[in-house]
């Protein structure tokens, strides 16, 4: 949805409201599609006293699985910005100034970048998630498998030999 900055321009203290809900399935993050839920996205572009100023918040589930046992997980993540916008195209890039392109903006241009920035690396199913065994690749949250704890790399077995045979002498 585009909203067109001329309307606002005409009254110093005019607004104008959005509330929508916008589809990124087929936005890429960290070779995935995350969002996979429905984006939903709303607040308010506004004229005060010649500085025009988008606030907003954009909220949806992120769809991503569990850094060490790779089980599905359903984050909740939100994020709210507060910008103004500048059609000077000198204009300096701050935290807080938008650069505008055209005689409009698209509030989803604004608040999908503030909703990636609080996708973080990785995610846990728990706290204390025991993760996947590396030799048998069971999941030790469920169950305890038989594999050697101390099972050796093979590139490091003759390291292990030397320390054997100090051992015995």
Known sequence: ????????????????PFDETIDLTDEKLYGAKPFQSPVHIKGVVSNESGVVRLAGSIETIYSTECARCLKPLEIPLSAESDMMLSDDPEAEEEDDLFVLTSDSVDPADVLVPALILQVQMTYLCKEDCKGLCPHCGADRNVTDCDCDKKQIDPRFAALRALLDSDKGE
């Open 1 to 16: 949805m585009k909203i067109d900055l001329k309307k606002l321009n005409a009254s110093a203290h005019a607004s104008i």
